[in-house]
């Protein structure tokens, strides 16, 4: 279910709790004996990652702060956001031996050489950060150092409030294929995509309120 505005909060998640709890009495709950049982979770949307200067330079929300902004990019590069009480490098992972650090810093080569032996030889770190004063990344073979936004520009569309939806076809329950139709074809002439694949790695909860 998706809401806008306070009506999550109102209407919403109210009937869902009452359906859960087994006291709701609207809808089909009686025709079908809806006894209760189940749940849901609550997902809040983030505000956008990336918008621009007064210059018309993209740049890191001022709405993140440090942890959201390594939540936020663990999401989009596909690593486990799990950030590790003991080694302040270690944000996420993708495997037992690949990490992702993610900072607001300009790191400087001496910084650079610090992870890099702290990370050894038998392991990886993605790195991403804002800026890096260093001319030859490849001293470093277990690093692999990414600017902030350029590394994620190309993931997601940014700095926009109105996503309104034209559904022009909906799929057949049970379908295993959806039709699709571009805006701007008047003929709508359908083109089949297979169903979406999961995601090989089960990706955490990015800024939500569990119920």
């Not at 009480?85 to 080569?109: C, K, M, N, P």
């Not at 004063?133 to 470093?140: C, G, K, Q, S, T």
Request: net charge negative; with cysteine; charged share 25%.
């Amino acid at each position: 279910m998706v809401e806008l505005e306070d009506h999550c909060d109102t209407h919403v998640v109210p009937r869902l709790r009452s359906i859960i709890d087994g006291t709701d009495s609207t809808g089909v709950t009686e025709k079908v004996g809806w006894k209760g049982g189940g749940g849901f979770r609550y997902y809040s949307l983030a505000p956008s990652l990336l918008e621009k200067d007064r210059f018309g330079n993209w740049i890191i929300s001022k709405q993140f702060n440090a942890t959201m902004l390594a939540q936020a990019i663990c999401k989009l590069e596909g690593f486990s956001y799990a950030p590790s009480d003991a080694i302040y490098w270690q944000h996420g992972y993708s495997t037992e031996r690949d990490f992702i650090y993610v900072t607001t810093q300009t790191l400087t080569r001496e910084q650079l050489e610090s992870l890099a032996e702290e990370v050894g030889p038998n392991r990886s770190l993605v790195v991403y950060c804002p800026a890096f004063r260093v001319r030859n990344l490849d001293a470093f073979a277990n690093l692999t150092v990414k600017k902030i936004p350029k590394a994620v520009l190309h993931k997601c569309e940014w700095g926009k409030d109105d996503y309104s939806l034209e559904v022009k076809a909906l799929p057949a329950v049970g379908s295993d294929q959806l039709s699709v139709f571009s805006e701007d074809d008047d003929t709508e002439q359908p083109k089949t995509s297979s169903r979406r694949k999961r995601p090989k790695n089960k990706q955490p909860l990015l800024f939500d309120t569990e119920n």
